[in-house]
């Protein structure tokens, strides 16, 4: 049994840039992280351009805005191209079903 306050489920389409991580098979279990809670390896689910992204945070950093995080999916050659605020964080992954 795992106590985890108000877990989020979500299944992950396939478009390969987490694979091997995730897949189309893939079900993550997630929490509403704050930025405390946020450390650079953990995979993230975020919302940019209305989509929903989830990638691993490769640097954390901070600029005139405040915090911010770099992400990229483990199978892309290059990060992600916008800087990601925590108010655009929909979910920390701490659980992967396959």
């Known amino acids: 049994i795992i106590k985890v306050d108000q ?6 389409r396939d ?3 987490m694979e ?3 897949n189309a098979n893939s079900i993550t279990l997630e929490i509403r992280p704050s930025d405390k809670d946020i ?7 975020y919302k ?3 989509l929903i992204i989830i990638h ?3 640097y954390i950093s901070e600029d005139e805005l405040g915090t911010f ?3 990229k999916g483990d199978n892309n050659a290059q990060p992600d191209p916008h800087k990601i605020r925590l108010e655009q964080i ?3 992954v701490i659980g992967i079903l396959y």
Not at 7 to 12: F, G, N, Q, T
Not at 39 to 45: A, R, W
């Open 20 to 22: 091997p991580t995730l």
């Open 15 to 17: 478009t390969h840039s």
């Open 39 to 45: 450390s650079v390896g953990d995979i993230i689910t």
């Open 90 to 92: 929909q979910g920390k």
């Open 56 to 58: 691993r945070v490769i």
């Open 69 to 71: 995080y770099v992400t």
């Open 7 to 12: 877990p989020m489920w979500a299944r992950v």
């Open 48 to 50: 940019a351009d209305n």
